[in-house]
């Protein structure tokens, strides 16, 4: 004696998977009995939706039990391939029984269709999410990289049951990416006098007017001692600028133009709290400069130092990680992010500051010293980068 079973969803199923097993095992429709037959719930993808199906047990009664109704003809038959015919199945008690189970499978069936259907709006509202939160970042320039990975992300952290809800997916995208977004404490400790104030990155980023800011934030307000050089000595006439504003804080500037004079003006100066440097703007791509520049930071390091590669955030998305990547050498300590007046998207800064983690101090907001510079928690910049514009 032996069994076998199928799981089927529909009538018709049933009867040529049926037919099928029979033919296979070439046994005569008669010797088969159902056992049971039951409804079996099967999951489904990433555990939703599912459906339910119906599992038959079959019984294949011996030759000789009493029970089956076989008939000596067809007993010799069942040597031979295939000896019983279409129409012996048809009119077997079997599928007698087998037309009583279409009412219940019927059933089933209709359960099915609706598992379908919350399933599918299930799909339809957790895509429409996702695509709507995809837009709106395409729109303020995060790349697309960082948002497949950021909302795989999503998808693997949130419950089914979230992801139906668009201010769930939402905030589930700010969290991540502002603590993926690190920050470096903006005051000024001073270990060590003279504390060494740098800023290094490519022309026109607003390296001098960031570097004024800085002097009056941690300088003049705070009532300390401090200076500036000038490392600009590739321009005639660079350091006018700051000189000017050296005038109107009455404190000293020193342009220089090697490391030996680097080295003399750090001693001449070493009893004031602070020594900002200004430096030449590079172009990332112009190695030489930057070795230069290499050179000089080699001697400011043996003091107590504070480097910021200044990026303007107007910058394209590769050109930041190039910049970011060519400066890493220098050494710095973090970033400032100029211009955010100039944009109206911020995506790729934030791309660029959470790929590579490089702490990020100030934003510049805009030209005037005495007031464009401020910092931000990495959640309130997000939400700057992701939402409509705010005024700052
Ligand atoms: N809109 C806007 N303009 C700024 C900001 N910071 C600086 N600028 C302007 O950008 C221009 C260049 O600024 P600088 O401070 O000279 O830039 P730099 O990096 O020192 O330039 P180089 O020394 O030539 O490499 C000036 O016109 C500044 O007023 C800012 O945050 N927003
Ligand atoms: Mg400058």
Not at 152 to 181: C, G, H, M, P, T
Not at 327 to 339: D, E, H, Q, V
Request: glycine residues 4%.
């Amino acid at each position: 004696m032996n069994y076998f079973s199928i799981e089927v969803e529909n009538i018709q199923e049933l009867r040529s998977k049926l037919y099928e097993e029979i033919k296979k095992r070439n046994i005569s429709p008669d010797r088969v009995i159902i056992l049971t037959k039951k409804p079996i719930k099967k999951k489904g993808f990433l555990g939703i939706g599912g459906k339910i199906v119906y599992q038959v047990w079959f019984q294949v009664l011996d030759q000789g039990d009493n029970s089956a109704q076989v008939t000596t003809e067809q007993n010799t038959k069942s040597n031979s391939k295939l000896q019983f015919s279409d129409e012996d199945v048809v009119n077997s008690p079997l599928y007698k029984e087998i037309e009583t189970l279409k009412k219940m499978i019927q059933e089933v069936m209709v359960e099915n269709k609706k598992i379908k259907e919350i399933t599918s709006s299930y799909l339809k509202a957790k895509e429409s999410n996702f695509e709507m939160i995809r837009k709106q970042m395409i729109e303020r320039d995060f790349p697309l990289g960082f948002i497949d990975k950021l909302l795989e992300r999503v998808d693997n952290e949130l419950s089914e049951e979230e992801k139906q809800n668009f201010y769930v997916v939402y905030d589930k995208v700010k969290s991540l990416i502002a603590s993926d977004l690190k920050v470096a404490s903006t005051e000024l400790f001073i270990n060590k006098k003279p504390k060494i104030v740098m800023l290094v990155g490519p022309t026109g980023v607003g390296k001098t007017t960031t570097i004024v800011k800085l002097a009056l934030l941690w300088g003049a307000t705070k009532g300390r001692k401090f200076v500036f050089f000038s490392l600009d000595k590739y321009r005639a006439g660079a350091s006018f600028q700051l000189k000017s504003f050296a005038e109107i804080f009455r404190v000293p500037m020193k342009s220089i133009r090697n490391e030996d004079e680097l080295r003399e003006s750090l001693d001449i100066f070493s009893d004031s709290d602070i020594i900002f440097i200004d430096t030449a703007g590079t172009s990332q791509k112009d190695t030489l400069t930057i070795n230069d520049l290499k050179e000089h930071v080699k001697v400011v390091k043996k003091y107590d130092v504070w480097i910021s590669l200044v990026m303007s955030a107007v910058t394209k998305y590769k050109d930041m990680l190039d910049i970011i990547n060519r400066y890493s050498t220098i050494g710095y300590n973090n970033i400032i992010l100029s211009k955010i007046d100039e944009t109206n998207t911020l995506g790729s800064s934030i791309a660029a500051l959470c790929e590579t983690q490089v702490p990020l101090s100030f934003v510049t907001n805009g030209q005037r010293v005495e007031a464009d510079i401020t910092t931000f928690r990495p959640v309130d910049l997000v939400y700057m980068a992701l939402d409509e514009r705010r005024d700052i």
